[in-house]
């Protein structure tokens, strides 16, 4: 089945520095790959998510790049400030109708230090 | 965008009693849902993916008659963990996803989870 790896686990940047979290996956036919934010006690939100046929996707201060040959996809950050701190999931998913299902990697928590 | 529920968000029982979860979709009709659980300091876990009118589909190793998941209508399932104890304390979250959503239909849209300590 889909297994999805994250890296790194903790990231500690200053404010204002970037923020860079990798993930890779191994099923082929994933397609939909999202980003989650989860602050303490909540529920997973969506920031930002890309599919299959792009290879980058920006808004505003985030952005998502992948790499289909390889099977990876990153999350970028510029400029952090402190209320960007939370733990980051990313995931993988194949089409609905593929029987998809969310295969969420381990998470990161990011510190971003005033 | 899509906006989900869950009700209560915490809640303590004795061990050996049941507890239900609510989950709602508010301003969308949910075909499917899902359920995680989520440990402290862990990923989110797919427990059962639910559709409405029909049997939820279990992950591997999750027990079907101890989560005892039902989606009686397109906005409502409900997730009742049986003769609870001290083991199935955790963070359950459940989703949702948008069928007519102008998005990408594979997008699910969380709840805000739901905090079960079993005493």
């Known amino acids: 089945g889909e297994n999805v790896e994250q890296h790194p686990s903790t990231l500690s940047v200053q404010e204002g520095d970037s923020a860079v979290i990798k993930c890779t996956y191994s099923d082929s036919a994933s397609n939909y790959f999202p980003w989650y934010k989860q602050e303490l006690g909540k529920g997973p939100q969506l920031i930002i998510d890309?599919?299959?046929?792009?290879g980058e996707k920006k808004d505003q201060r985030i952005a998502v790049t992948l790499n289909k040959t390889a099977k990876h996809f990153s999350l970028h950050i510029t400029e952090t400030q402190p209320e960007d701190s939370a733990v980051y999931f990313c995931?993988?998913?194949?089409?609905?109708?593929?029987?998809?299902?969310?295969?969420f990697g381990q998470g990161t928590e990011l510190s971003v230090k005033p | 965008g899509a906006v989900v529920s869950q009700h209560p968000s915490w809640v303590i029982c004795k061990s050996g009693t049941s507890v239900k979860i609510e989950c709602r979709s508010l301003d969308f009709q949910a075909t499917t849902m899902f359920w995680y659980r989520q440990f402290p300091k862990q990923s989110l876990m797919l427990m059962a993916t639910?559709?409405?009118?029909?049997?939820?589909?279990?992950e591997q190793g999750v027990e079907k008659d101890k989560f005892l998941i039902n989606h009686a209508s397109l906005t409502l399932s409900t997730l009742t963990v049986t003769s609870a104890h001290p083991e199935d304390s955790s963070f359950y979250i459940c989703s949702a996803r948008d069928p007519m959503g102008g998005g990408s239909r594979s997008e699910q849209f969380f709840g805000p989870g739901t905090r079960l300590t079993v005493l």
């Open positions: 890309i599919r299959s046929n792009v």
């Open positions: 639910s559709n409405e009118g029909s049997k939820a589909t279990y």
């Open positions: 995931a993988a998913n194949r089409r609905y109708n593929q029987g998809g299902k969310l295969i």
